[in-house]
């Protein structure tokens, strides 16, 4: 079964699902980003199938504190399936705080920060069909800073 996490794994699991040659249960999970102030996570949209007895993967967009991916484990392990593995698009092991293991990693990256296939600035960005360094600075300051720039010509 794979727990896809909203919003950003979406593209990547679209084409990893249309790659599959098993026909995996799917489902989502949505939690508030992780605050530092906050504490902790916090479940937004929990699954509709239940996990207990079940081999999960959680499929994330990017791991890289690994907070999120913690508390997620964490919290499926809870409910009693037979096995809980996490698969990354990217990992961006430099800045992890909690050491969470990435069973299934698609690249590894510095610390850059990232934007497009379903990575997004204030929610944009997510459609691009690939993966750009965004400058914090620049999107701080305009959000849609790199919006016209992207398909022109
Ligand atoms: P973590 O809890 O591991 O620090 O962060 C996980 C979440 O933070 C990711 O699922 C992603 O939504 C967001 N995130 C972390 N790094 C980046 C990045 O470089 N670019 C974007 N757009 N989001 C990021």
Redesign the pocket.
């Known amino acids: 079964m794979l727990v896809a996490?909203l919003k950003?794994?979406i593209p990547f699991l679209a084409d990893m699902l249309r790659e599959m040659t098993i026909v995996p249960l799917v489902d989502f999970m949505s939690i508030s980003?992780?605050a530092p102030d906050s504490g902790r996570v916090r479940i937004i949209k929990d699954l509709d199938i239940d996990v207990s007895g079940r081999d999960v993967v959680v499929v994330?967009?990017?791991?890289?504190?690994?907070?999120?991916?913690a508390y997620l484990l964490g919290e499926l392990r809870r409910r009693g399936p037979r096995s809980v593995a996490a698969c990354a698009l990217l990992d961006?092991a430099a800045?992890r705080?909690v050491p969470t293991p990435v069973e299934f990693v698609g690249f590894e990256i510095e610390d850059?920060?990232?934007?497009g296939y379903g990575?997004?600035?204030a929610e944009r960005?997510r459609n691009l069909d690939r993966v750009i360094e965004?400058d914090l600075e620049v999107l701080q300051g305009d959000p849609d800073a790199y919006v016209d720039g992207l398909y022109a010509g």
């Open positions: 996490v950003g794994s980003s992780y994330e967009d990017i791991v890289d504190t690994g907070l999120t991916l961006r800045r705080i850059l920060y990232v934007l990575l997004d600035y960005y965004g």
